[in-house]
């Protein structure tokens, strides 16, 4: 018996008592009279594994129903139900809900159970697959990307900031896969290690380069494409990459499209992530930067409008100063961490990670580190 629950929906009392009947014993099951029914439990009890709606209810019908929990909660199985068995409905049905099953009426207990074992069987699988990037694969690049960052801190110094602003834009418009964003904002520079130390310091500067200079760091997306399209799995990720750069043409004003576009959208957010940042490690201040992307109509104006209610590094308003040994993953630094001679060994803003800490230790005997050390504290940490 699976302990993952199924919602039922049907605006015919009779129907969903039957179901009940004969299905209680091998399924968790919750009932819903109504689409509106439907999506009020789902929001006060929280997501299932399946939904089976009938297609005709008065107010929100089937259709419309499963298209909202599409949307809602993309993890959901769908399944309808109808008395109406033509292909125009069917067809409406997939292709505006993904509609995992198409079952007509009457069903029998055996064709519903059947559906209702796949369906539980796909939800299995969508959340192995979950698990499966939460836990294997993007610890597996945040791993590779502190590493890399050992090697060239300039290259690898704002991917956690990068992520955490195409995480925040994709989290607000509710995109289903965000984790391919996420993972092209923490891999969007491993072409940079191609490149001359000096000339990505002065890219990130905003210093002006040379043809060949210039050429180098534009070619630095197709690079990082070719080698992250050999990961099965994350051709779009590599997609979005090699799409990074600033567009050179104007917003075309198809804004309903773009969300369409897994790709076309995700390369959007790392563009708008990637010189929005720069601005901001240049000088400007948020609003500065934000009106000056806002001046450029190279991005679509509702995905800045997104961004513009982006906090950001405002949430650090405190900063502590501390010793090197009490640095832990994930703090911020307020400033420089520097060497006895100077050396920049982390930046600012920089999120610090474990390999950087174990760097740290290292270098403390070596060379010395100044101290003591100024991170940013949360307003959680400042609270407390």
């Not at 091998?26 to 819903?32: G, H, K, M, R, V």
Request: proline share 3%; with cysteine.
């Amino acid at each position: 018996m699976s302990t993952e629950t199924i919602l039922l929906v049907d605006d015919e009392p009779y129907v969903l008592d039957a179901i009940r009947r004969q299905l209680r014993s091998s399924f968790t099951l919750w009932t819903a009279a109504s689409g509106e029914e439907a999506l009020q439990i789902l929001k006060t009890k929280g997501s299932c594994a399946v939904v089976v709606s009938d297609m005709s209810m008065p107010g929100m019908g089937g259709i419309e129903l499963l298209a909202k929990v599409k949307s809602l909660y993309p993890q959901t199985i769908r399944i309808m139900l109808t008395g109406h068995a033509d292909l125009e409905n069917a067809i409406e049905a997939v292709n505006t809900g993904q509609i995992f099953r198409f079952l007509t009426k009457p069903c029998s207990v055996s064709v519903l159970e059947f559906a209702l074992r796949q369906g539980l069987r796909q939800y299995e699988l969508l959340q192995a697959e979950r698990d499966l990037l939460n836990n294997t694969l993007k610890k597996s690049i945040k791993v590779l990307c502190e590493l890399l960052g050992l090697a060239n801190a300039s290259a690898f110094r704002s991917s956690y900031r990068l992520r955490e602003i195409a995480v925040y834009m994709a989290e607000r418009l509710t995109i289903g896969k965000k984790w391919q964003i996420e993972i092209a904002a923490l891999l969007s520079q491993v072409g940079c290690v191609t490149l001359p130390r000096d000339v990505l310091e002065k890219y990130h500067a905003g210093i002006p380069l040379g043809a060949q200079e210039m050429q180098m760091c534009e070619s630095h997306p197709q690079v990082a494409e070719k080698l992250i399209s050999q990961i099965p799995r994350l051709e779009k990720v590599a997609a979005i990459i090699g799409m990074q750069m600033p567009p050179k043409e104007q917003w075309d004003g198809e804004h309903e499209a773009l969300i369409r576009d897994e790709v076309r959208l995700g390369a959007q957010i790392l563009q708008i992530a990637l010189a929005y940042d720069r601005l901001l490690g240049q000088g400007e201040s948020q609003a500065s930067a934000l009106a000056l992307l806002q001046g450029q109509s190279l991005y679509d104006p509702e995905l800045l409008a997104v961004l513009a209610e982006y906090e950001g590094r405002i949430r650090y308003g405190n900063i502590a100063r501390i010793s090197y040994q009490d640095l832990l993953p994930g703090m911020v630094m307020a400033e420089d961490v520097l060497a006895k001679d100077g050396a920049v060994l982390i930046w600012k803003d920089e999120e610090v990670s474990w390999a950087k800490i174990q760097s740290l230790d290292s270098l403390s005997s070596y060379i010395g580190i100044q101290e003591p050390l100024v991170v940013y504290l949360n307003n959680q940490e400042a609270a407390g």
